[in-house]
């Protein structure tokens, strides 16, 4: 496993950028996403893969939120922007969630540390930004949004797949899909058209 202390001797830029600008409410904006993704070099398709979460996490929560939800839009935003800066790392979510927390990010850190492990989603009336977070992530292939079907298709193909692994993925898809389902009625629109 690479160390952060290896490879990364200078992890408190973002830091002290903040400090400087004396911004401690701040959300996470494409200026930290540059900032970290440098600082630990993201591989570019990892990058890319951050900015479509993003775009579909940004996007679902402002309609939710306009539909009564209460959902930090940019809170969302900002942790789907970051949410694998570390994924070539081991436990990439909880090394992610730990730079997060030092550099000043607490509730960032909180849904990136989580969005591997997460589940099951809360109910249709309970949504947080947790549950966006995922939704997005595991609607998303690459880089491009491909909805529930083709992104666990995906994952029931890779190697080292097992019995167990598949039976698991396959129940995450149906609770996803009926999730999806329901929110699709509360915001009166399908996921494609959302998202597409
Ligand atoms: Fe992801």
Redo the contacts with the bound molecule.
Sequence with gaps: MWTESVRHPCFCVVSLFRKEAGEFDMYITEREQHLLFDEYNTPIHVQR??NE?ARVAGILAEALDRHGYHIDVKLVYGAALV??VVRPWDQHAIEGGKILARIGFPKEAELVRRHMTYGPFHRVEDLEEIDVLCLA?RTVKENHYVGIDIRMDYLLKKPNMTEQKKERINQARESTRLLIHQIEGVLDCTFEQLFS
Excluded: A
Aim: aromatic share 0%; with cysteine.
């Design positions: 893969h951050c979460v949410h694998d992530d």
